[in-house]
């Protein structure tokens, strides 16, 4: 080890007596003084305008500003990394080649050491330097220690780590190049060609079934993202320890070569050797179950919530089935290039490896198929003259996907869930006996978040699904119709990602003229009927809420005697008459309300959690509010056993109950007490019924507005809320981050600027300096 240590220090002085590694310094000094300062300025910048509008604007902030400055998309790590290509290739291009045309290679042959002793010592004077250009990054961290109040240190050496491991193999491959040849011009051209070989070809032949796991194994771009953002895996520390070996190894054969005279064959079953071993080792430590994961974050970022890891590893009986179905005549074509071969480890990769952390026997299926909707003559015309299957062949053609692949449906074994999933990209999850299905939503993210996946492995469980069931019968709103009044996309949307069905509850309808309510029955909803309840009706939904039955029960203005018989039971009624609220620019029969503290408790909404932090620090004073048109109000007229509490009230002094008809399209109504108009501080809109009944707790809510749900005015957070508060709050699973403490700069603009003339200007000035004068000095001896 002494001999590697001092052929390392005198290999460094070679570096330091030359004008390359003061020039990479520099290079590196300066651009990431540029990243940083610049960055930094711009935020002292805005936060200096914000603050003079809105002095709380800093406190209302809740993201990590340790992952926006340094590992964001846009970040300080992403850019530096972006540029260590640049580096490696003037950093190597005369390790080895220099011993060449020098002629001292000769006398390294002959010398008592070794030659694994030389490429090592060498190779680790390289590694020092390469940690000397990191610690360059790194000071800018100890700039952010003080610019950031709270900084999240551990990401940070994280992506330092991530830097340094990424040079260091870039830099055994420069190495390996620079012994090809005597010419360092060439070792250079070589070694970026390599590097840009090894950067891009992640991307190549993802089509190609044999071919597609080999490069993506071998490309080296990508492996440093998930340590940027703060996730060290083994696998990722694994391979580019690997690069090195490998590469490491190539220099030692390369410079052996030169010592032993041994024939091709001999030569090359060495290469291939450590080339196996490398891949052998590479594949065997990148098996899920071989992985091991480390989340530096303070927030978690990289991990999923407790809730979900426990859902997960409930399925500890077997393993999971995942299969991906894709229709390559799939009316949303963005969605269906999801599903294509060539981004299959994309999907592996970058979505269900953060479940399979916690799971790792899942087995993955993919099926392809080709099926248009009834109806649907789009095909036909584009390809005029062709049957649907010579259609099937020349759109995989121009995919590029193997033909054999595709099936028609008659051909698959679930024809009629195709059907029902109108022939589109969905997952299909399998664990014994039981399935579930994952839907993507046609957003910017498209594949399930945690909350459908825990709705979807629930199933699997057979954990018991909270059953709503809406009445049907009175002209109540629908939740199969589309309708602007109707309930169809909050409710069965199998395209909406927040539908209940997606979200782990059991949506169907109910008339109670022809049934009865089921025991299974969670929650019932009353939403907006028309018609008057035929007495067996009645007395089924008075006897349904006498029994602890839970309830959303919402009606609209002028239907106040339909809903109020039923109310009764309850000793809430929907007041006569209509909410009004004069606007300045809009119609009176639109009401803005406000949410009370018991809305926001009744689940674990972000928009919830948010607020009442805002609230805890002083920061927020107002409630959440939400607007509708066409609001009846509400009373309590009896005192019954239910405890009362409102969830929603009209903004105070704002709104009055008119009792005549309310005309819209002309002048402002007008407060008239001899018409019955009665105005109040502020009216309920929304109610909260609770008592303990049959050794359970009953939940009911009563509005005034069925509108809040519609299709055309949903207030999606209390609708979701409404319907985990009267589960018990079973689903939807929820996955609170929790708010980072990082989230407050103490910069400042003139600090910035200075910041920036210091590091941009002043400390690469003296590194000049310095690397100047040694130069010369060594020139001079």
């Not at 002292?44 to 992952?67: F, H, Q, R």
């Not at 050797?273 to 080792?281: C, F, Q, R, T």
């Not at 919530?305 to 399925?315: A, D, Y």
């Not at 309808?509 to 035929?534: C, E, G, Q, T, Y």
Request: proline share 5%; aromatic share 12%; net charge positive.
């Amino acid at each position: 080890m002494r001999i590697i240590t001092r052929i390392a220090k005198n290999e460094l002085r070679h570096l330091f007596y030359s004008p390359v590694a003061w020039f990479l310094a520099i290079v590196m000094l300066v651009m990431c003084a540029a990243y940083y300062t610049n960055l930094m300025y711009l935020i002292a910048k805005i936060g200096s305008i914000t603050n003079k509008v809105n002095p709380l604007a800093a406190l209302e902030n809740i993201d990590s500003n340790t992952y926006n400055i340094y590992s964001g998309p846009i970040g300080f790590f992403v850019k530096a990394l972006n540029q260590l290509y640049l580096f490696v290739p003037l950093l190597t291009m005369a390790v080895i080649s220099r011993e060449f045309n020098s002629g001292t290679i000769k006398l390294l042959y002959s010398s008592p050491i070794k030659l694994r002793q030389i490429v090592l010592g060498k190779y680790l004077g390289m590694m020092v330097f390469c940690f000397m250009l990191i610690m360059i990054a790194a000071l800018f961290i100890v700039v952010g220690y003080f610019n950031i109040k709270n900084l999240d240190l551990p990401p940070l050496l994280s992506g330092l780590l991530a830097l340094y491991l990424l040079l260091c193999a870039l830099t055994a491959i420069g190495f390996f190049m620079s012994s090809l040849t005597h010419y360092q011009i060439i070792s250079a051209i070589a070694s970026f060609t390599l590097l840009f070989v090894l950067s891009k070809i992640g991307g190549l032949w993802q089509k190609i079934e044999f071919v597609r796991d080999i490069t993506w194994f071998l490309s080296i771009s990508g492996r440093t993202e998930k340590m940027i953002t703060g996730l060290i895996t083994s696998k990722d520390i694994m391979y580019y320890l690997l690069i090195i070996f490998m590469f490491i190894g190539f220099t030692y054969l390369k410079l052996n070569d030169g010592l032993e005279k041994r024939p091709w064959f001999i030569r090359t079953v060495r290469y291939l050797a450590v080339v196996l071993i490398s891949l052998s080792v590479g594949y065997l430590s990148s098996r899920p179950v071989a992985t091991a994961y480390l989340d530096t974050t303070a927030q978690q970022l990289n991990t999923a919530h407790p809730s979900t890891q426990e859902i997960i590893r409930s399925l500890n009986d077997g393993p999971l089935e995942v299969t991906l179905y894709v229709n390559i005549f799939d009316r949303n074509s963005s969605t269906y290039s999801y599903g294509l071969p060539e981004r299959r480890n994309i999907y592996l990769d970058e979505y269900w490896e953060f479940y399979q952390r916690f799971k790792p026997d899942i087995n993955y299926r993919y099926e392809y198929y080709y099926a248009v909707l009834p109806g649907d003559s789009t095909m036909y015309k584009r390809f005029p003259g062709k049957s649907l299957t010579q259609i099937a062949g020349l759109v995989a053609k121009i995919a590029q996907i193997d033909s054999s692949l595709l099936r028609s449906p008659e051909q698959m074994s679930n024809k009629a869930e195709l059907a029902s999933e109108n022939y589109t990209l969905y997952i299909k999850l399998k664990y014994k006996d039981r399935s579930a299905i994952l839907r993507p939503a046609f957003t910017r993210t498209r594949w399930p978040n945690q909350q459908t996946v825990n709705a979807a492995i629930s199933q699997l469980l057979d954990i018991p699904v909270p059953k709503i069931y809406f009445l049907t019968g009175q002209l109540e709103r629908s939740i199969y119709k589309k309708g602007e009044r109707e309930f169809f996309a909050h409710t069965i949307s199998k395209e909406n990602r927040q539908s209940l069905i997606n979200l782990g509850f059991d949506a169907d309808s109910l008339n109670l003229s022809v049934s009865d309510i089921p025991a299974s029955a969670s929650v019932l909803v009353v939403a907006d009927p028309r018609m008057v309840f035929p007495e067996p009706v009645l007395a089924k939904l008075q006897q349904f809420i006498r029994s602890g039955g839970n309830m959303l029960i919402m009606g609209e203005p002028g239907k106040q005697h339909v809903l109020n018989p039923l109310l009764h039971e309850t000793g809430v009624q929907l007041m006569d008459g209509q909410l009004v609220q004069i606007h300045k620019n809009a119609t009176p029969e639109k009401i803005t309300g406000q949410l009370e503290k018991e809305a926001t408790d009744l689940s674990g909404e972000d928009a919830f959690r948010y607020h009442k932090h805002l609230l805890s620090l002083g920061i927020k004073k107002e409630k959440i509010s939400y607007g509708s048109a066409g609001v009846a109000a509400l009373s309590v007229t009896e005192k019954k056993d239910f405890e009362i509490k409102p969830l929603v009230l009209t903004q105070p002094g704002k709104a009055w109950l008119k009792a005549g008809k309310l005309v819209t399209d002309s002048s402002a109504p007008v407060f008239n007490l001899q018409e019955g108009d009665k105005v109040e501080n502020n009216f309920p809109v929304a109610m909260q019924l609770t008592r303990k009944i049959n050794q359970k707790e009953q939940r009911i809510i009563v509005a005034g507005d069925a509108d809040i749900m519609s299709a055309l005015r949903e207030f999606e957070i209390l609708t979701r809320s409404a319907y985990s508060w009267t589960s018990y709050n079973k689903f939807p699973v929820y996955t609170p981050v929790p708010f980072a403490e990082d989230n407050m700069y103490t910069i400042t603009v003139p600090l910035a600027s200075v910041q920036k003339t210091i590091f941009i200007w002043i400390v690469p000035a003296l590194v000049l300096i310095a690397g100047t004068v040694i130069l010369l000095r060594r020139k001079r001896k």
